[in-house]
């Protein structure tokens, strides 16, 4: 690479003013957004919620990630094949997938042991973005508990009993997979 290049656009650093170089700005927007919340306070505009006394409020259930579920096809069926795409690109490592041989004809393998250990889980959303036929979602489920490390292991039945509970309340996301967006 030649400095006289003419594909290169060379950018000169930009000179910083007095009020760049000072941490006044960025000091005055932390204070700004202090006595906002101040305000809200002593207004009665509480930001905190007494949890479990009261249940907090989710403004966009679809953008939060909270408990795993496994969707179900039109005939009842898991949508998973097993293509173990959610397992690889987890960053936790906390999907285990055993597959099998698909009884249906519309697939070649199905999962016939699927693990999701939720206390490993960062619910980071990377098993989600990784299926390619949006068989795992996250839904908005955010109260779990669990009083065993057993109980926080989610097998293939649990994950599509959170389906069963969770379907009509938050569809599918996908149209072309069979949700809603």
């Not at 173990?84 to 016939?112: G, N």
Request: hydrophobic fraction near 35%; proline fraction near 7%; aromatic fraction near 8%.
């Amino acid at each position: 690479m030649k400095a006289d290049d003419p594909g290169i656009l060379w950018i000169e650093e930009p000179q910083l003013g007095l009020s760049g170089r000072m941490y006044l700005p960025i000091y005055m927007h932390g204070l700004t957004t202090t006595f906002r919340h101040m305000k809200n306070s002593l207004l009665g505009k509480a930001v905190t919620v007494s949890y479990p006394d009261e249940e907090p409020h989710i403004d966009n259930p679809a953008i939060y990630r909270g408990t795993h579920r496994l969707n179900r096809d039109s005939q009842g069926r898991v949508k998973c094949v097993a293509c173990f795409l959610c397992a690889t690109a987890c960053p936790a490592h906390c999907i285990d997938i055993v597959a099998a041989e698909s009884p249906w004809p519309d697939r070649e393998k199905y999962p016939q042991s699927f693990c999701i250990d939720e206390l490993r889980c960062i619910f980071c959303g990377m098993c989600e973005e990784a299926c390619p036929v949006d068989a795992i979602e996250l839904t908005s489920l955010y109260n779990l508990t669990g009083r065993s490390r057993e109980e926080m292991i989610f097998d293939k039945e649990k994950l599509l009993s959170v389906y069963d509970q969770t379907h009509e309340r938050e569809p599918m996301r996908s149209p072309e997979m069979g949700g809603t967006v």
